[in-house]
């Protein structure tokens, strides 16, 4: 027989890439962590489908990078269904507790802000009951062959790699003030007071456990047994509000993707409580701006994204919230008229000195993608919010719990004010792209609220800068923070905010950007910029090509 050539796309932007794509045109998987990939790629060649690689590359990155994700946090996902060909969205954010009522803060003597760890802090965790939502709809092997590989990783240990480790160590260490807020934390994840180091094999037993329960008892092991029983019963001994009823009464959400149209490409984002549009009114403003002719890197392309980012942030702060407590108006929010309004406010001569901020600015997250030979395709997030969460920890079960109640404020009227049963306003963000009504990629920049900022850079760069999938992930970014945030000294900055740049642009730029009124700070720490993965699907040929973080431990595979 004839060998044919079937050619690829042979653009090449020529940008500098520190790897290379990577192609395969069976399946995909994209994590940070290297054994979490091949998690999910051992599932997809064992017949299993991209949800099913998914799911078990999630169960792997909950052992293997706690200090980001786990069980006790939630979950988000887009979907491509080839049967139906078109998007599935699933929400699964927890809710806050029913039992903890306004007054509970007030005689607690809690105003301003909730306390970002201990047990003030918690919501519902939803990743499980997603996970069973996700697989009875998209999964094809049993969600016991799902789970096998973390539960054995968690039985005879795994070694963490560099920049986890260094991650964990961080995170106990900034908790080791406040342990009285965390307990159960050293005893889950740092035993004898000590954290694993680079290349040491961690075991967590307890987390194998329970994960061994989940997937012989299904998902009302978490929520109605055993498991919630003793969560239950921990959450009255340290005087926390998260309850068996709340665990019972618990279900994630189906609902539609929105999307808006950049240049040909339909962008695909979950509406709120999630901050997913923010990317849709940035890109939507940007669209009437030549950044292809700005060149990247330049004054006026960083410019224009941090002005637009500003505005959007206003609106971020003012209405993304539970949409069964408020009444976001979404529709006109990524609308092309409306984003036409917001573009005649920005000055392109200098800096606004002024915006509105949002919630909390930080977060720690894994986003992950997969896609198999059917033509599914799985954006996936899930989060303990900040670093390991609450620090609310049962070492019996072997995972903590999310604090993704501090993300509630107590602003009379605000769409996010705190009230009992409400679903959190949100930072972590699936994303994906059509083409033509057909998948293209799949892709995600976790970070707090980096990532809608991610989102637009990842999509700005290949759409106006011609860059390829990896490339794209590895340009230096730009980070626009409000200026509560922690990162840099407070007092450096202006109303502003703070404009943090990673090492890349030139010296020209930011000295021009500076004189616009622009604060600007370079800052080397690359938890600041967000971690990417993406696949892409050549709608030629159906080879996908893969894309992981490089300023991560990740790993994108694939056969």
Known sequence: MDRELIPADSSASGNR?????????????????????????????????????????????????????????????????????????????????????????????????????????????????????????????????????????????????EIIARSWKGEIESRSKDLENCPGLLDTFAPGGKCPEKGDLWRNPALGETLLAIAENGRDAFYKGPIAKMIDT?????????????????????????????????????????????????????????????????????????????????????????????????????????AAEKRCLMD???????????????????????????????????SNFIGMGSGVCIPELGFGFQNRGASFNFQSGHANEYEPGKRPFHTIIPAFVTEGGKPLMAFGVMGGSMQPQGHVQIIVNMKDFGMNLQEAGDAPRVNHVRSSQPFGSPSKMTDGGMVYLENGFSEVVLSELAGMGHQIDMISGKGLFGGYQGIRQDPMTGVYAGASESRKDGQAVGY
């Open 17 to 161: 890439t520190s790897r290379s794509e990577i192609f395969a045109s069976h399946g995909m998987v994209a994590t940070s962590h290297p054994l979490a990939s091949q998690v999910g790629l051992d599932i997809l060649k064992d017949g299993g489908t991209a949800m099913d690689a998914a799911i078990g590359s999630n169960a792997a990155l909950g052992l293997m990078e706690p200090v980001s994700n786990g069980i006790g946090g939630d979950l988000f996902a887009i979907v491509w269904d080839p049967k139906s060909e078109r998007l599935r969205g699933y929400n699964g954010s927890g809710r806050s507790p029913l039992g903890l009522a306004k007054e509970i803060f007030e005689d607690a003597g809690i105003s301003g802000e909730i306390p970002l760890f201990g047990k003030y802090s918690l919501s519902i965790p939803g990743c499980v009951d997603g996970w069973y939502q996700l697989h009875s709809e998209f999964g094809n092997l049993p969600i016991e062959r799902v789970l096998k590989p973390a539960i054995g990783y968690a039985f005879d240990g795994h070694p963490v790699p």
């Open 234 to 338: 921990y959450m009255k001994q340290i005087g926390a509000f998260l309850s068996y009823e709340d665990l019972a009464s618990h279900k994630g959400a189906w609902i539609d993707p929105v999307s808006t149209n950049y240049r040909g490409w339909d962008i695909w984002e979950l509406p709120p409580n999630g901050q997913g549009i923010a990317a849709l009114q940035i890109l939507n403003i940007l669209e009437g701006h030549d950044l292809g002719d700005f060149g990247f890197g330049s004054t006026k392309h960083l410019h224009a994204f941090i002005e637009a980012k500003k505005l959007v942030y206003e609106d971020r702060a003012k209405f993304y919230a539970d949409p069964d407590f408020s009444d976001a108006p979404v529709e006109m929010l990524i609308s092309k008229d409306y």
């Open 348 to 382: 392109f001569q200098k800096a606004s000195p002024s915006f509105c901020p949002g919630a909390l600015e930080r977060g720690d997250t894994v986003y992950l993608c997969t896609a198999d030979s059917s033509g599914m395709m799985v954006s996936l997030i899930q």
